[in-house]
């Protein structure tokens, strides 16, 4: 049997263009927190990913499932230890505690949709990175200090958001 409808729960409806959106700038990306935790108690959130050339983050691995939908470019996946190209149009799934990153090496910006279950990682991201105005916003201009606060900040939050930097 499944539960009875729960009403105190809404439709959410996510477009990146709506002014309610925020953004966050981290490791040169910009993500937008289309569909966060709260939204979903805690089953997944959903996360649309602008990813500059040569960006992306650094080798990790979570205990949580990760999906990825390319929706423009293409991004250079490194999944225990093998690299595979994706392009747009195509979904992969990483599943949870595989060692993983990606890297946009084509020369030009790529765009993706994450999605995570349970969710989690907008939580992550937002405590580690900076909100910025817009999807064009240029990322913040941080003094070494401040990038060195970033990436401790990072590392000290991992294991509470199940994660682990290799």
Same mark, same amino acid.
């Given at each position: 049997?499944?539960?009875?409808?729960?009403?105190?729960?809404?439709?959410?409806?996510?477009?990146?263009?709506?002014?309610?959106?925020?953004?966050?700038?981290?490791?040169?990306?910009?993500?937008?927190?289309?569909? *966060?935790?709260?939204?979903?108690?805690?089953?997944?959130?959903? =996360?649309?990913?602008? +990813?500059?050339?040569?960006?992306? $983050? &650094? #080798?990790?691995?979570?205990?949580?499932?990760?999906?990825?939908?390319?929706?423009?470019?293409?991004?250079?996946?490194?999944?225990?230890?093998?690299?595979?190209?994706?392009?747009?149009?195509?979904?992969?799934?990483?599943?949870?505690?595989?060692?993983?990153?990606?890297?946009?090496?084509?020369?030009?910006?790529?765009?993706?949709?994450?999605?995570? *279950?349970?969710?989690?990682?907008?939580?992550?991201?937002?405590? =580690?990175?900076?909100? +910025?105005?817009?999807?064009?916003? $240029? &990322? #913040?201009?941080?003094?070494?200090?401040?990038?060195?606060?970033?990436?401790?900040?990072?590392?000290?939050?991992?294991?509470?958001?199940?994660?682990?930097?290799?």
């Amino acid at each position: 049997m499944i539960p009875d409808d729960d009403p105190s729960r809404s439709l959410t409806v996510a477009n990146p263009d709506d002014p309610g959106t925020t953004y966050v700038s981290l490791v040169g990306n910009t993500y937008a927190m289309l569909v *966060t935790g709260e939204q979903t108690n805690g089953r997944y959130c959903l =996360i649309d990913m602008r +990813v500059p050339d040569g960006g992306g $983050p &650094p #080798p990790h691995r979570h205990d949580f499932e990760e999906m990825f939908t390319l929706l423009e470019g293409e991004i250079e996946f490194t999944f225990r230890g093998e690299k595979h190209t994706v392009r747009a149009g195509s979904t992969i799934n990483i599943p949870a505690n595989a060692p993983h990153n990606f890297r946009n090496a084509s020369g030009a910006p790529a765009r993706m949709l994450c999605m995570c *279950t349970p969710a989690g990682q907008d939580e992550y991201f937002m405590r =580690i990175g900076d909100v +910025v105005a817009g999807k064009d916003a $240029p &990322p #913040p201009q941080l003094s070494e200090s401040e990038l060195a606060e970033r990436r401790r900040r990072a590392a000290e939050l991992a294991s509470t958001y199940r994660s682990e930097f290799l």
